[in-house]
């Protein structure tokens, strides 16, 4: 366990050393169909944190489910968990199966973090993407988020964040 803290903390601090020297911007000269996807998913999980703060009490640590970060490359995924790192809290790569798996799931369905998921991204046009975004706290606690970005001037912005589903 102590192993993977250190781990853990190494890629927290590469990952927001990034933030300083390789932040991911939209230029125009790149092409309409050039996507930054560490912007889009960094600017939805912002809205999503931000949303039902409540499940954010005392959270201990932030799971993301990185394999649902559909298009991200590598150097984009490193950058969204070093981006979260502003949350205060340890960023872990996990699904809702491999916490269950480590014993991290109480009675319920109860996690002391909370599980953030990328579960739909609908590319509308080169200038407009919607994703449907989770966050995670317990079987009671937690919130389906449909955030519309859009492009201008170059830069993605948040639209429009709606909770589309709360338990």
Known sequence: MKFKKIVMTFFMLLGGASLFGCAATNKEEDG????????IYTLTLDSLMSLDDGLNHE???IALDVKSLTYATEEDKEFIVGHLVKYGVNVIDESIKSLEEKGMVKEHGVIDGVLLKIEKVELKSDNKIVIESSKYRSGKGAVVVETILIKKGGNWQVEKSTMIMMS
């Open 32 to 39: 309409p169909n050039t996507t930054h996807y560490s912007e």
């Open 59 to 61: 959270m201990e640590y």
